[in-house]
């Protein structure tokens, strides 16, 4: 029994450059949802009990996704992509200070009034509600002439801070969860 022969035109080669690094593209549904986010940041702090836990491992667990190394090799460490058109998150480590780790978590806009309308299913009350659950005491800091900035969630070992913004500027009175810092 003859086989038929077959002829393929060679296969091109792969480049031998790497690219650098691959962003999500606006149209690539995102990891997280701005909810899901939210309460995958509720879940590190909860499972963290001081500066040390957060590390680079610890954080891509308990979030579920990859945090990049810095490409200077110093010990800062992130991720983000976009939600929709209007937002991005962000998550940044800095450990570049022993036992003095810094943690970032948010949401950033492409415009700077965009509303928060299509990312605020868990909001400001919402959120900090669970961070009082968690067993944090609530302190609010505010600047000059009283202006409310944020607020300071302690416990133990633990000190994370909350940044509003409010939806829109006609509903600015409901607020979002712009932004989370430890410490």
């Not at 086989?3 to 091109?12: E, F, G, M, Q, R």
């Not at 891509?60 to 976009?82: C, D, H, I, T």
Request: glycine content about 8%; proline content about 8%; hydrophobic content about 40%.
């Amino acid at each position: 029994m003859a086989l038929p022969a077959c002829s393929h035109a060679p296969l091109s080669k792969p480049s031998k450059e790497e690219p650098a690094m691959t962003t999500a593209t606006p149209t690539a549904a995102p990891r997280l949802d701005a909810s899901l986010a939210l309460q995958r940041v509720l879940d590190l702090i909860g499972d963290s009990q001081g500066l040390a836990d957060l590390t680079p491992a610890h954080i891509s667990q308990k979030l579920g996704v990859p945090m990049e190394g810095a490409r200077n090799g110093s010990a800062r460490y992130g991720f983000g992509e976009s939600l929709n058109a209007q937002w991005t998150y962000g998550v940044s480590l800095d450990a570049t200070a022993p036992g003095a780790a810094k943690f970032e978590f948010s949401f950033n806009p492409s415009q700077a009034d965009a509303p928060m309308t299509g990312i605020c299913q868990m909001d400001y009350d919402a959120f900090t509600a669970k961070l009082e659950a968690l067993g944090f005491k609530r302190t609010p800091y505010s600047a000059e002439h009283g202006r409310f900035v944020s607020e300071w969630f302690d416990k133990p070992g633990l000190r994370v801070s909350v940044y509003p913004q409010g939806e829109t500027a006609e509903a600015a009175a409901h607020r979002c969860v712009r932004m989370v810092t430890i410490p």
